[in-house]
């Protein structure tokens, strides 16, 4: 049986706070919001094969049109915040391309999050000249903001 991929639908991250995440994404990034849902019962519970899952969300669009869906889930009562780094294995990160690197990292850092690490002009490979960072939110959330060269 064949099959291909048609497209990238949207990347869904789970937050603690919903409403913190979307302040975050719509007035720090600028992202669009697009919806908001809540999803409990059988049907969130089958999707994510949560036992009991509740689960309150939001979606914005970045500039492009690709959707971050925001979960934050209401139950079950016995979910974890898990602290991963970038080198464990499990995390994920989402990288954005920016005009100005450091004009986001002075509103990032007025906003909660940390810069990871320092930004760096990457020398090889296809990204070569893009300056390069990973910064995370309250959760542990990594995003990685990339400037290409001017």
């Not at 409403?19 to 990034?29: G, H, T």
């Not at 009991?52 to 669009?61: D, F, R, S, T, Y």
């Not at 979910?79 to 002075?106: E, F, N, T």
Request: hydrophobic letters at 40%; one cysteine or more; a negative charge.
């Amino acid at each position: 049986m064949s099959f291909r991929i048609i497209a990238a639908d949207h990347t869904g991250i789970t937050v603690s706070n919903l409403e913190r995440s979307l302040e975050f994404w719509q007035n720090v990034l600028g992202f669009e919001f697009s919806h908001r849902a809540h999803q409990t019962g059988e049907m969130a519970s089958e999707i994510t094969g949560v036992a009991g899952a509740e689960i309150k969300l939001a979606v914005v669009k970045t500039p492009g049109g690709h959707k971050i869906e925001l979960l934050e889930y209401l139950a079950p009562a016995d979910r974890k915040h898990v602290d991963l780094r970038p080198c464990d294995v499990g995390s994920v990160h989402l990288a954005l391309l920016v005009d100005d690197l450091d004009a986001i990292l002075q509103k990032i850092a007025a906003s909660g999050w940390k810069v990871a690490g320092t930004p760096q002009i990457l020398k090889s490979g296809p990204n070569a000249g893009k300056r390069v960072v990973y910064v995370r939110d309250p959760d542990g959330t990594t995003i990685e903001f990339m400037q290409p060269p001017a």
